[in-house]
């Protein structure tokens, strides 16, 4: 995972979990009081504390998935230049046991031995 992403969930996830523990002290805070009027308004501090909890939340959600999607373009067309990178060398090996294959056929032609070289493949 890129070293960014890292940092964004991490930025992200600190600032969501640092919004909700001080939306959860200002609502303990309130709550010991018993006046109705007061806890209207504690309701309110936090459901808008809660919304920007949720706005910073979905903010770095959507960055991180931006972050992902490039990162995914990025290795695809990583993969297609390899692709094309191995086909032509494919076409390399195959002209190149196309020469060889004929250089032995002339050197049988010639009437001499082919040397005969162990094979060093797995």
């Known amino acids: 995972m890129d070293s960014s992403v890292v940092v964004a969930i991490v930025v992200g996830l600190s600032g969501i979990v640092g919004a909700w523990f001080s939306a959860r002290a200002a609502t303990k805070a309130a709550m010991r009081k018993t006046d109705s009027e007061e806890r209207v308004a504690l309701q309110q501090i936090e459901a808008g504390a809660f919304g920007r909890a949720k706005e910073f939340y979905e903010s770095t959600l959507a960055g991180m998935k931006a972050e992902l999607t490039r990162q995914a373009q990025q290795m695809q067309r990583e993969i297609d230049q390899q692709a094309v ?24 032609r010639a009437g001499l031995v082919p040397v005969s070289v162990p094979d060093d493949s797995p």
């Open 85 to 108: 990178q191995i086909g032509r060398l494919q076409r390399k090996v195959n002209r190149q046991e196309r020469i060889i294959s004929a250089w032995g056929d002339q050197i049988t």
